[in-house]
């Protein structure tokens, strides 16, 4: 997990975001459901559009490619359920984009202001999380990292499957990196490798961290 950083809110939530919020309010306090139409506005395609732009197409969470398998799903850090909070159904800095795993199958609703989760566009999440290999521990002492790795479930077997093949594709890389003598061809493949570790990669975090335990960057 890495930190996000928020682009400008889209302009069909500067024209819309208080009228859809209070008729989402609204229709929360009726005894029938709320209708499909008021529900899922924040489901429109310019929302959508601009949350894959900042995520760079990677889950907020696990920081999977969500469209290498899926559509992704926008999500509600802070919950939109009445018990949560509804007031930021179309919260610009409550939205972001999410794998269906994370989302919808380990996260789901839950909601605890006494023990949140990390938030990625809050929250620094390396002052809470660090990566060994392909697995991710909580720093020492921060139960919202160790919360938010049990929640969300970041050490699944299948990412950390995809992580170790990311990392063991890249050593072949590091490998001539460290033997290399020309000056020249050392700065290109320091260019090479510092690329792979840049936000908008799959699992970046868990590369960076490989990188700083070589220290690449020194």
């Not at 929640?151 to 063991?168: F, Q």
């Amino acid at each position: 997990m890495i930190k996000i950083n928020k682009d400008t809110k889209p302009k069909i939530l500067e024209d819309n975001a208080k009228q859809w919020t209070d008729e989402y309010l609204t229709a929360l306090k009726q005894s029938t459901p709320v209708p499909p139409h008021i529900k899922y506005r924040y489901q429109h395609n310019d929302i959508k559009d601009a949350l894959e732009k900042e995520t760079h197409g990677k889950c907020a969470y696990c920081e999977s490619k969500i469209k290498h398998v899926a559509f992704g799903d926008i999500e509600h850090i802070l919950p939109k359920n009445k018990n949560a909070c509804p007031e930021l159904y179309v919260e610009w800095t409550n939205l972001t984009l999410a794998c269906e795993v994370c989302n919808c199958t380990n996260k789901k609703d839950y909601y605890n202001p006494s023990d949140p989760l990390i938030n990625p566009i809050a929250d620094e999440p390396d002052k809470y999380l660090m990566a060994f290999g392909p697995f991710i521990y909580q720093v020492p002492g921060e139960r919202k990292g160790e919360l938010s790795i049990a929640i969300l479930d970041l050490n699944r077997s299948e990412l950390i499957e995809r992580r170790k093949e990311k990392i063991e594709n890249l050593l072949p890389l590091v490998d001539k990196w460290k033997k290399e003598t020309n000056e020249t061809y050392k700065k290109l493949l320091y260019s090479q490798i510092k690329k792979e570790a840049e936000s908008d990669k799959e699992f970046s975090f868990i590369i960076n961290s490989y990188l700083k335990q070589i220290n690449f960057y020194n």
